[in-house]
């Protein structure tokens, strides 16, 4: 089976920058994913790593050490529209993906 | 706009009736989803399809079946819903079969309320 942490919730300051981490434990291992989803919505693609290292794109970056079975999600400049839950989700080597409980970040003016 | 769409959008349900759930895809994806997704545990797979005419089990999927006729629809039924049933359903598709290769596509989601 997958296990999949990440923290529940994280509060932070409109302009400032959050990390979110995500600790995975999995039998095998072809790809993670973090989705965003908003209160009441369906979920959306944020990014996709299945190599070590840091993919950036615009204000959201998000990290990859398959080794340590760890990723992050960091979001710069943040924007009260940023308030929303965080999914990581890992493909096992079964090919099935598994979603984490997600992060719920709380973005206050 | 192209996408996902699910029906109903809404709906409570006595214990014991059967209900289905529907979905219809138009972006001609080969892959799709069934989630539910409950307070604290996450998205969880009940049933998957990598292209028409197959289906599979996900890591949820008793008291629920669904079948693939087609590529564009993919419903979603419980033979006699139970109160845990109550939860929010998501369906999803990717362009490629299984999950490895494809983001995935979500649609609105249907709350279902057993009681």
């Not at chain 1, 050490?65 to 009260?80: A, I, V």
């Not at chain 2, 996900?58 to 006729?69: F, I, L, N, T």
């Amino acid at each position: 089976g997958q296990n999949i942490d990440q923290p529940t919730e994280m509060t932070a300051t409109e302009g400032a920058i959050v990390q979110i981490n995500c600790t995975y434990q999995t039998s095998g291992f072809n790809g993670l994913f973090w989705y965003q989803q908003h209160a009441g919505e369906a979920p959306t693609f944020l990014s996709y790593n299945v190599l070590d290292g840091l993919e950036e794109k615009g204000r959201f970056s998000s990290f990859l050490s398959r080794s340590k079975g760890y990723s992050y999600l960091l979001l710069k400049e943040l924007q009260m529209k940023d308030s929303a839950s965080y999914l990581c989700a890992v493909i096992g080597g079964d090919y099935k993906l598994s979603f984490g409980a997600g992060t719920t970040v709380t973005v206050r003016a | 706009i192209a996408g996902i769409t699910q029906a109903p959008t809404s709906q409570i349900l006595a214990a014991g009736r059967r209900m289905t759930l529907r979905c219809t895809q138009d972006m001609r994806h080969n892959a799709m989803y069934w989630y539910r997704q409950d307070l604290g545990l996450g998205l969880r797979l009940i049933h998957y399809s990598n292209t028409a005419g197959t289906t599979g089990k996900g890591e949820v999927p008793d008291g629920y079946s669904v079948s693939r006729a087609n590529t564009d629809d993919f419903p979603l039924t419980l033979a006699s819903a139970v109160p845990s049933q109550t939860s929010v359903y998501f369906c999803a598709s990717s362009e490629n079969r299984g999950h490895a290769t494809g983001e995935l596509f979500f649609g609105e989601g249907s709350r279902l309320t057993v009681l």
